[in-house]
């Protein structure tokens, strides 16, 4: 599962030439010192990633075994990471970190008593380093427990270039000019848009994305903390905007049906695969990763993106997030785990993952030269000069059992939504049931 965040497209050439002037790495690591410090030691590692992403993060965890002699066991949760968590701890056999991918989650975790809070060391770090909104969401009750390493920008769409010049269409700006160039697309023989429906979080992506053009800021603050009902009318007005694109089988390759059994990676192949069916794919910045590591798609020439359009007038979406490493009380290695933490706050471990591709870095001391690609190196550019005005992805901030859960809550009635957007006041009604019933618990 892949699920991350954003930015904003603004000039920034002296927070550029700040970053470039500073190496990546060149300074001390607190991750142990040196000589192998932590020799003899292991930690478990659980995260939701898998594929490319899991196989990338390897890297970083390989780098931390060189640097510090401690081996390192990476544990795939899937997507239910709390459910996988929270059975760990009870049978007595927890990891030493967790990579939390809501903060919904992270707050669970924290409520029950399940976490340590950071070294001074890490937090040193993130104070220095980070915008503050990303210390913000990695605390509870005033405790720091989450290091937000992997951060990403949710609000692109992602495109072939060759579908769109064949059509004679440019990126659109608008909400309603992505639809009509969505048409001339699939009058061009290719359907426009593929959608990940099988994923439920990718829909919830789609709906904050409009909410949050369409309603603005404070409504979607008010939302994601459930002080406004989800019966809302600026609900209902972003859900039937939304559902002008899932009723409309031109749009969606293959239809309602397929995209229901669509996973997040199959979207990205009907896009950049080698029989493409669609010329667009919404979903974040780690679409590239994708696209380069198993379609062989080279990066700003045989895939693109444009930034996620504005609707009704508002201005274009900036919806962001992030994985949270946490450490876990009951984990075996609190020591060597606190070590690696402090080791993923450095610019150093980002690097790592930034040359490999599909990564983006909240540290604003990671050189942007560590990127691989110029559209990666420009998203990351834009998401560091967002600073503390990213909206965090909406669904990651809800309780899990609504924002967070296979099947469940948000996920699952957004599916519904998708085989049967007719009636968007009655999926308001039904959302703002299960919300009710997930903040209450």
């Known amino acids: 599962m892949m699920r991350r965040r954003t930015t904003l497209l603004t000039s920034c050439t002296a927070l550029a030439l700040a970053l470039g002037a500073t190496a990546c790495g060149g300074g001390p690591v607190s991750a142990g010192g040196g000589g192998k410090s932590l020799s003899g030691q292991t930690i478990t590692v659980a995260g939701v990633w898998s594929g490319s992403e899991q196989k990338n993060f390897q890297k970083v965890l390989d780098a931390f075994t060189e640097k510090t002699g401690a081996k390192t066991q990476f544990v795939s949760t899937g997507d239910n990471v709390s459910t996988v968590v929270g059975s760990k701890i009870e049978g007595g056999n927890a990891p030493d970190v967790v990579m939390v991918p809501q903060v919904g989650v992270l707050q669970q975790f924290a409520e029950k008593g399940w976490l340590k809070p950071l070294s001074k060391t890490t937090e040193q770090s993130v104070d220095t380093n980070y915008a ?177 359009p504005a609707v009704d007038g508002g201005k274009a979406p900036v919806v962001s997030g992030g994985d949270a490493a946490v450490v876990l009380k009951d984990g075996k290695n609190q020591k060597a785990a606190m070590k690696f933490l402090e080791y993923l706050a450095t610019p150093e471990a980002s690097a790592v993952w930034a040359k490999a591709g599909g990564f983006l870095s909240p540290n604003k001391k990671l050189d942007l030269a560590s990127y691989g690609d110029d559209i990666t190196r420009e998203t990351a550019k834009s998401l560091i000069a967002a600073g503390d005005s990213v909206r965090f992805d909406m669904s990651d901030q809800a309780p899990a059992a609504f924002g967070g859960t296979k099947g469940a809550g948000e996920w699952k009635l957004l599916q519904d939504f998708l085989r049967d957007p007719s009636n968007p006041k009655a999926t308001a009604a039904e959302l703002e049931k299960a919300a009710a019933k997930a903040y209450q618990g």
């Not at 409009?210 to 008010?222: F, M, T, V």
């Not at 192949?269 to 380069?292: I, R, S, T």
Request: proline share 5%; glycine share 10%; hydrophobic share 40%.
């Open 132 to 308: 503050s909104v990303w210390k913000k969401y990695g605390s509870v009750d005033d405790n720091f427990y989450g290091l937000y390493f992997k951060a990403a920008h949710k609000s692109t769409v992602w495109y072939s270039p060759d579908a769109l010049d064949q059509a004679g269409v440019k990126p659109p700006t608008t909400y309603d000019a992505m639809l009509k160039a969505g048409h001339t697309v699939s009058d061009s023989g290719l359907a426009a848009f593929s959608v990940a429906g099988q994923d439920g979080w990718t829909l919830t992506d789609w709906f904050e994305n409009i909410y949050l053009s369409q309603a603005g800021p404070e409504k979607y603050d008010a939302l994601a903390a459930h002080k406004l009902k989800w019966t809302d009318p600026t609900v209902v007005k972003a859900l039937t905007t939304l559902g002008k694109l899932f009723k409309d089988k031109q749009l969606i390759a293959g239809g309602q049906k397929e995209a229901l059994n669509t996973d997040f990676p199959g979207s990205v192949e009907k896009v950049f695969g080698p029989e493409p069916k669609a010329g667009m794919v919404y979903e974040g910045d780690f679409v590239a990763g994708v696209a380069k590591d198993q379609f062989g798609k080279k990066i700003g020439q045989d895939a693109n993106f444009f930034p996620f």
